[in-house]
Structures are given as structure tokens and as C-alpha cells.
């Protein structure tokens, strides 16, 4: 009974090229790769094979010249092998009936433990993939990823200089008239109030540092705007976290401790979506709601005086 031949030699330049035809360089057939070292179809493989184990001889009835093909490569054996050595085919490459044996057995050996380490690896649960599946609805349902929602905020202003003090009066008038209304009407709407006054020392604080009255200025009038999205970004966290299995069943005072320790983070994340490295920036929509890292530390301050109102989260 015939013994399946194993090929040992390396493969050609061409092997790994889907592209590139294979073609026996024996009979012109098809090829199926490199057998003991040329690359031939499986006919000529195992003929050369057969001939090899067995030792033949074989004559040429002819001249010794025969054109070997698909159709008549079984008419001369003797040409046949001839042109397998001829292309480099080698019995060297050839394993013996026990090699063959041995790579059968080391083969199914890997395919054994293989299949032993996918059963072993850790699975989820059906529970922890439905609450996969609930966290990323609720993530689809709390993120409109249009950002249309951001033609509400009071706009961005990054344009020339303006004296210090009319900024600061322009963003604080900005800042109290919208404070806590600003997105009354969105059925995740949250009383959310911002400690307008701390956010307004922090610039007086600092006017004696090094920083230009320009660029003090163009920082403070981008607060009525981050606050505005800062806002935002909170109530739809929010709505995000009520979706989460278990979240209602805590106390009032419980959620309001997870929003306010975790809100800035989940925030961060949700945010990665709109992220590009290429600038390191955030683009939402319009270029006006392109914000760079110095945006997002502002916003990120603002968030830090933020006061609650327990009652809107219950």
C-alpha cells in the first residue's frame, strides 16, 4: 500500500504568489507546490516518488528525447523521471515510510492540543454577552456621532484679540444667562450648574503670569462653549449610564457618586470616536467643533466645578 509522500524542501519564490501561475515542470500540468524540491503536480510527485522507493530502471522505447506532457506523460517513464531529475526533483527529499509515520503522528499531535487550548480559552458567559450587547446600545443611543446637537452651544470664539476686561464681562453675562437651562428641553436634561465664579478667578489668578492679554482673553471666551459641551456631554452620560443593567436599582446618593467620580472618564472614552491622530485633535462635525488638547484641559476644568443637584438624577 502506497505511503503519502512528504516534501522537506523550501518553498520557491513563487510559492507564496497567488498570483502566479503554477505549472508542473514536468508534464505542464497544474501544480499543487514544491515537491522534494521543484515544483511539480501531484501525478509527477508521486511518480517520482514510486520510481525512487522502488529503484526502477526504465528504457526509452524511442530515442530518449520524448516531449512529456499532460496527456501522455504515463507512454514514457523513462523520459518521464529523466525530466523530474533534469528540473531538480531529489529522492534525497524523500522520507521513508516511518518519517512519513512520525510527521503523521506530530501533526495530529498539534492538531490535538490546538483543539485542547480553544476549549480551554476563557469564554463569555450569555449574561456578559447580553451585557455586552446592552452597553453597546446604550452607547449607540447616547452618542449621536452627527454631532448636529452641537449647532445648540453657544458658538466657539477663537478670532482676534479684545481687551481683557470686556472678555471676561462677555463671557460671565454668556455664562449666567444659560448656566442651567441650556438644554432644558432634551428629556435627559440635568440640572447642572457651573461654579461660574471659581471659573472666572482662575484667569484673575493668574494676570500677573507671563501670559499675553490676548491669549488670556481668547481662553476665557471659549468658557461660555465648553461649558455648554461639557453640559452636554454630562447629560449624555447619564442617559448612557441609566441604560446600564443594575445602575437605577442603586440609591440616589450611589449614582450620583459613580456620575461624579467616573463621568469625566466615560466622557474621555466615548470622546476617543471623533478622535484623529494625525492632529491630535477632536473632530465633531464642523470645523467650528474641532477642539485641540488645550480645549478638552479647559473642558476638563470646567467639569471640576461643577455642582449637582441631587434630585435630577434620582
Known sequence: METTAVSTSAAGPDEFDRNVPRICGVCGDKA??????????????????????????????FNGSCTITKDNRRHCQACRLKRCVDIGMMKEFILTDEEVQRKK???MKRKEE????????????????????TLVE???????DSYSDFTRFRPPVRDGPVTRSASRAASLHSLS?????????SPESVDTKL????LLMMYQDSSGSPESSEDSSSRLSMLPHLADLVSYSIQKVIGFAKM????????????IALLKSSAIEVIMLRSNQSFSLEDMSWSCGAPDFKYCINDVTKGEYIYTH?????????
Open 306 to 314: 461643577m455642582t449637582y443637584h441631587t434630585a435630577t438624577y434620582i
Open 177 to 185: 444667562d444659560a448656566s442651567s437651562d441650556s438644554f432644558s428641553h
Open 114 to 133: 490546538e483543539a485542547l487550548r480553544e476549549a480551554q480559552r476563557p469564554r463569555l458567559s450569555e449574561e456578559q454577552s447580553q451585557v455586552i450587547a
Open 195 to 198: 461654579n461660574f465664579s471659581s
Open 244 to 255: 446600564i443593567p443594575g445602575f437605577r436599582d442603586l440609591t440616589a446618593e450611589d449614582q
Open 32 to 61: 499543487t507546490g514544491f515537491h522534494f524540491n521543484a515544483m511539480t503536480c501531484e501525478g509527477c510527485k508521486g511518480f517520482f516518488r514510486r520510481s525512487m522507493k522502488r529503484k526502477a530502471s526504465f528504457t526509452c522505447p
Open 105 to 107: 503522528e506530530l501533526i
Open 138 to 144: 446604550a452607547h449607540h443611543k447616547t452618542y449621536d
